[in-house]
C-alpha cells in the first residue's frame, strides 16, 4: 500500500536526499596532517590546492597519502590507520611514530597541507621516490589516485616507469615545487579548465 498524508491522499513525491559532500567533514581523523613524528628535524610540509574544472577551490575534498619512510620501508600495519581517536596519537606494538599514512581535508579555501617526511625509493623497485595520494571529492564516481614526486630526485625521475612514458608537460603535474624552506607545493586539478590555464593532474587506473 503507498504511504498517505493525515487525510489519506498520496504523499507527493520528493527528490531523493543524501548527506551530501561528506568526505571533509567525516573522514577526517584528528591531526591527520602530520605524518611525520612531532618535531623532527627532517620534516617537511606538502601543501596545495584542490581545484575542479573551472579553476575553483574544492572546499570539500579529502586527499589520502602513503608512503615509505626516508629509510624506504614501508611501516604498513600495525601503525598504518591506527590512532587513537581523541588525540592523534600513533598506535601499535612496536612504538612505531612514522606511519606513513595521512588523512586530511581541505579548508574552505580548497588548501591542505601535511606535514611528512621525504621518502625514499622502496626496495628494488624502480619507482622514484614518491608519495601516493588518494582523492576523494565531491562529483567523483571513484577516488581518484595521483603521486607527489619530489624536485632533488631528478636522476631517479629518469628510470620511473611512471614518468618515463608521460609527454614533459603531464609529468610536470605530478611534480612538487619549492616553496621556502622545507615546503613544497603540489596543486591538484581534477579535470584541465577550459581556458587551458590549469592541466588536469595525471591520474592513474588500477586495474
Not at 581541505?106 to 582523492?135: E, F, K, Q
Not at 595521483?146 to 612514458?165: G, K, N, S
Amino acid at each position: 500500500m503507498p504511504d498517505t498524508d493525515d487525510r489519506g491522499g498520496p504523499l507527493a513525491a520528493t527528490p531523493a536526499q543524501t548527506i551530501g559532500p561528506f568526505f571533509g567533514h567525516a573522514l577526517p581523523v584528528p591531526d591527520g596532517g602530520r605524518i611525520a613524528p612531532e618535531g623532527h628535524p627532517d620534516a617537511v610540509t606538502v601543501h596545495g590546492l584542490v581545484r575542479d574544472g573551472a579553476g575553483a577551490p574544492v572546499p570539500d575534498a579529502l586527499l589520502e597519502f602513503w608512503q615509505a619512510g626516508p629509510d624506504g620501508s614501508l611501516a604498513g600495519a600495525p601503525c598504518s590507520l591506527r590512532r587513537d581517536l581523541a588525540t592523534g596519537a600513533h598506535l601499535g606494538r612496536d612504538g612505531a611514530v612514522f606511519t606513513g599514512f595521512g588523512r586530511v581535508p581541505t579548508d574552505a579555501g580548497g588548501h591542505y597541507a601535511v606535514r611528512t617526511l621525504r621518502p625514499a625509493a622502496v626496495g628494488r623497485s624502480n619507482a622514484a621516490p614518491h608519495l601516493a595520494v588518494c582523492v576523494h571529492a565531491r562529483g567523483l564516481l571513484h577516488h581518484l589516485f595521483t603521486r607527489v614526486y619530489f624536485p632533488e630526485h631528478t636522476a631517479a625521475h629518469a628510470t620511473d616507469p611512471l614518468l618515463a612514458q608521460l609527454p614533459e608537460e603531464r609529468a610536470r603535474t605530478l611534480l612538487a615545487r619549492p616553496d621556502g624552506p622545507g615546503r613544497y607545493r603540489f596543486d591538484v586539478q581534477l579535470q584541465q579548465s577550459a581556458d587551458g590555464a590549469f592541466e588536469e593532474t595525471v591520474f592513474l587506473a588500477f586495474r
